[in-house]
């Protein structure tokens, strides 16, 4: 015990006792009164916080208690005056009904602290709580699930995709990507991969019974077109909607949308190239032969455009005209199974010429 402490010790017994003598109370009793150490720590600001709330609680319910506190803490700041007593006392008692923070310029600091701590929790649960911007969000989504598509990750990009719609985030271009995401294909036209007529199952020499796309390929051209919406001012949504209905056999409804797709953007050659693969799927094919001249004249899809050119040509007996298409089509720019087949026309159109 320190030599405060016992110094306290040894003045706090006399200073009840004459207490009570000037008070004319009973004699205290001493379960109501706090141990000397226990006393004499409070009066030195020596107390731990917990141990600090039971004495304050105990003066508080103790009048006795109290009294001897307010008697030795007079002593110990060099107060021996009645009213200095009283004073003490009932800041002891006003004390011991206020919150932890009056008591010392440590627990008001602690308080402020863990006040701060908490303000910026819930700073952070109203911020993240907080719904996305709609706009940031579609970024993000379209950002994200075009790095997917680029790198032929399709359906990690789907659930990407089908997240954003299930969160309310929608929009044109996700769609497309979408349905781009279904189909496969890293091209934002779809037409890009399907612009010739041997991708819809017309062999090259002559129109030849096509084969039926699968049931599940059916499904997934089916499903890739519902996420397109229909009626749309956007270009690319109008031309993927032409081209998923081309390979549904669907060639009427792939024309309508390939001119609205026209008179959005007047580039010429994509549209065209898609009216041309209508028309001739309608057998239409004088009309089918102007589009894909228009196409091959512009030079952006030649191969294709002289290939669908050619057979177009053919089917209205126009052989030379369709032999100089052939002969025009750069081979080297074909895969080599597209090549031989181009190669092989040519020569069975120039025998067939010179019979």
């Known amino acids: ?61 103790h009048a006795a208690s109290r009294e001897a506190a307010a008697r030795l803490l007079t002593v110990e700041n060099g107060a021996t005056s009645g009213d200095a007593a009283a004073e003490t006392a009932g800041r002891i008692r006003t004390a011991s009904k206020t919150p932890a923070a009056w008591r010392g310029p440590s627990y008001r600091v602690m308080l402020a602290s863990v006040a701060a701590l908490l303000l910026v929790l819930v700073g952070l649960v109203i911020v993240m709580s907080r719904p996305e911007d709609p706009a940031v969000a579609e970024s993000r989504a379209f950002e994200r699930a075009s790095r997917l598509v680029e790198q032929h990750e399709y359906d990690a990009a789907r659930d990407v995709l089908a997240a954003a719609r299930e969160a309310g985030v929608v929009s044109t271009r996700l769609s497309n990507l979408q349905a781009r995401a279904l189909l496969k294909t890293d091209q934002p036209l779809l037409l890009a991969s399907a612009g010739g007529l041997p991708d819809y199952g017309y062999q090259i020499g002559g129109v030849a019974a096509r084969s039926a796309a699968s049931d599940q390929r059916r499904q997934q051209l089916a499903s890739a077109l519902e996420l397109l919406p229909a009626n749309s001012a956007d270009y690319e949504t109008r031309m993927n909607r032409g081209c998923v209905l081309l390979q549904l056999d669907r060639p009427a409804e792939a024309l309508v949308e390939f001119q609205a797709a026209d008179g959005i953007r007047a580039d010429g050659s994509a549209a065209a190239l898609g009216r041309g693969l ?55 720019s074909l895969s080599p199974q597209r090549r031989e087949q181009v190669e092989a026309v040519i020569q069975e159109v120039r025998e067939a010429l010179q019979s």
Do not use: C
């Open 278 to 332: 209508a028309l001739f799927m309608l057998e239409r094919f004088a009309e089918a032969e102007q589009q894909f001249r228009d196409v091959s004249a512009k030079s952006s899809r030649l191969a294709e455009a002289l290939i669908n050119l050619a057979m177009s040509l053919e089917e209205q007996g126009k052989y030379e005209q369709a032999l100089a298409a052939w002969e025009r089509v750069p081979l080297d």
């Open 1 to 61: 015990m320190s030599d405060g402490m016992q110094e306290t010790n040894r003045i706090l017994r006399p200073l009840l006792e004459a207490a009570q003598r000037a008070g004319g109370e009973e004699a205290f009793d001493d379960e109501q009164l706090l141990d000397d150490e226990t006393l004499a720590r409070f009066a030195e600001g020596d107390l731990e916080p917990e141990e600090l709330a039971g004495v304050l609680d105990h003066l508080d319910r």
